[in-house]
Protein backbone atom coordinates (compact mmCIF):
# COMPACT_ATOMS: atom_id res chain seq x y z
CA UNK A 1 0.00 0.00 0.00
CA UNK A 2 1.73 3.42 -1.15
CA UNK A 3 1.13 5.88 1.61
CA UNK A 4 2.53 10.33 0.42
CA UNK A 5 3.90 12.54 3.33
CA UNK A 6 3.95 16.30 1.83
CA UNK A 7 5.43 18.92 3.33
CA UNK A 8 6.99 22.33 2.64
CA UNK A 9 4.23 24.24 2.98
CA UNK A 10 4.09 27.86 4.08
CA UNK A 11 3.11 31.74 3.76
CA UNK A 12 4.90 34.00 1.70
CA UNK A 13 4.25 36.97 -0.08
CA UNK A 14 3.40 37.54 -3.71
CA UNK A 15 6.58 36.85 -5.78
CA UNK A 16 8.03 34.73 -3.69
CA UNK A 17 9.01 30.49 -3.30
CA UNK A 18 7.92 27.84 -1.97
CA UNK A 19 9.65 24.30 -2.26
CA UNK A 20 7.13 20.96 -1.38
CA UNK A 21 7.86 17.58 -1.17
CA UNK A 22 5.97 14.19 -1.60
CA UNK A 23 7.88 11.06 0.29
CA UNK A 24 6.42 7.73 -1.18
CA UNK A 25 6.09 4.78 1.18
CA UNK A 26 5.90 1.74 -1.23
CA UNK A 27 6.67 1.30 -5.17
CA UNK A 28 5.95 4.32 -6.94
CA UNK A 29 8.27 3.21 -9.90
CA UNK A 30 5.59 2.53 -12.25
CA UNK A 31 3.17 5.76 -11.24
CA UNK A 32 2.17 8.48 -12.24
CA UNK A 33 2.94 11.00 -9.65
CA UNK A 34 1.06 14.71 -9.55
CA UNK A 35 0.69 17.85 -7.67
CA UNK A 36 -3.31 19.07 -6.75
CA UNK A 37 -4.09 21.97 -4.92
CA UNK A 38 -7.90 23.14 -2.89
CA UNK A 39 -8.26 26.82 -3.10
CA UNK A 40 -9.98 28.01 0.00
CA UNK A 41 -13.63 27.90 0.01
CA UNK A 42 -13.43 25.22 -2.62
CA UNK A 43 -14.15 21.43 -2.23
CA UNK A 44 -12.52 18.63 -2.25
CA UNK A 45 -14.44 17.40 -5.77
CA UNK A 46 -12.62 21.06 -7.11
CA UNK A 47 -9.17 20.02 -6.25
CA UNK A 48 -7.00 21.30 -9.77
CA UNK A 49 -4.40 19.59 -10.87
CA UNK A 50 -1.15 21.44 -11.06
CA UNK A 51 1.45 19.44 -12.55
CA UNK A 52 2.19 15.44 -13.42
CA UNK A 53 5.50 13.70 -14.42
CA UNK A 54 5.93 10.54 -15.70
CA UNK A 55 7.48 7.27 -13.82
CA UNK A 56 11.03 7.80 -14.71
CA UNK A 57 10.36 11.66 -15.18
CA UNK A 58 11.20 12.40 -18.53
CA UNK A 59 7.94 14.08 -19.21
CA UNK A 60 5.59 16.59 -17.43
CA UNK A 61 2.92 18.69 -17.98
CA UNK A 62 1.32 22.03 -16.47
CA UNK A 63 -1.41 23.90 -15.47
CA UNK A 64 -2.08 26.87 -18.08
CA UNK A 65 -1.78 28.90 -14.95
CA UNK A 66 1.36 27.82 -13.34
CA UNK A 67 3.63 27.16 -16.59
CA UNK A 68 6.81 29.23 -16.17
CA UNK A 69 6.51 28.97 -12.68
CA UNK A 70 6.22 25.74 -11.07
CA UNK A 71 8.84 22.89 -11.52
CA UNK A 72 7.68 19.05 -11.35
CA UNK A 73 10.54 16.87 -10.29
CA UNK A 74 11.13 13.07 -8.76
CA UNK A 75 13.92 11.11 -7.53
CA UNK A 76 12.59 7.70 -7.71
CA UNK A 77 15.23 6.38 -5.64
CA UNK A 78 14.44 8.95 -2.53
CA UNK A 79 11.13 7.71 -3.45
CA UNK A 80 10.36 11.43 -3.53
CA UNK A 81 8.32 13.97 -5.80
CA UNK A 82 9.18 17.73 -5.65
CA UNK A 83 7.66 20.84 -6.79
CA UNK A 84 9.30 24.04 -7.11
CA UNK A 85 6.88 27.19 -7.37
CA UNK A 86 7.94 30.66 -8.15
CA UNK A 87 6.72 34.13 -8.43
CA UNK A 88 3.78 32.78 -6.33
CA UNK A 89 0.90 34.97 -6.72
CA UNK A 90 -2.32 35.07 -3.98
CA UNK A 91 -4.14 32.52 -6.27
CA UNK A 92 -1.82 29.72 -5.75
CA UNK A 93 -2.95 29.80 -2.26
CA UNK A 94 -4.58 26.58 -1.12
CA UNK A 95 -3.62 23.12 0.37
CA UNK A 96 -1.69 21.60 -2.01
CA UNK A 97 -1.92 17.54 -2.12
CA UNK A 98 0.49 14.94 -3.44
CA UNK A 99 -0.85 11.81 -5.29
CA UNK A 100 0.13 8.69 -7.41
CA UNK A 101 -1.45 5.67 -9.86
CA UNK A 102 -0.14 3.13 -11.24
CA UNK A 103 0.48 3.85 -15.16
CA UNK A 104 -3.44 3.02 -16.98
CA UNK A 105 -3.49 2.05 -20.95
CA UNK A 106 -4.50 4.73 -22.37
CA UNK A 107 -3.98 7.61 -20.04
CA UNK A 108 -0.95 9.90 -20.17
CA UNK A 109 -0.08 12.64 -18.05
CA UNK A 110 -3.61 12.55 -16.58
CA UNK A 111 -4.15 15.69 -14.60
CA UNK A 112 -7.67 15.10 -13.06
CA UNK A 113 -8.13 14.34 -9.71
CA UNK A 114 -10.11 10.83 -10.66
CA UNK A 115 -7.33 9.47 -12.32
CA UNK A 116 -5.58 8.95 -9.13
CA UNK A 117 -6.41 6.69 -6.19
CA UNK A 118 -3.41 7.49 -4.29
CA UNK A 119 -3.32 10.71 -1.94
CA UNK A 120 -1.09 12.58 0.58
CA UNK A 121 -2.98 14.62 3.77
CA UNK A 122 -1.87 17.88 1.56
CA UNK A 123 0.42 20.92 2.74
CA UNK A 124 -0.72 24.52 3.26
CA UNK A 125 0.64 27.36 0.74
CA UNK A 126 -0.45 30.58 1.32
CA UNK A 127 0.76 33.60 -0.50
CA UNK A 128 -0.08 37.43 0.41
CA UNK A 129 -0.50 40.14 -1.41
Known amino acids: QVQLVESGGGSVQAGGSLSLSCEAAGYTVSYYMAWFRQPPGKEREEREG???????????DYAESVKGRFTISRENIKDTLYLQMHNLKPEDSGMYYCAANPVQPGRHLPLQAHDYSVWGQGTQVTVSS
Open 50 to 60: VAVISPGGSSA
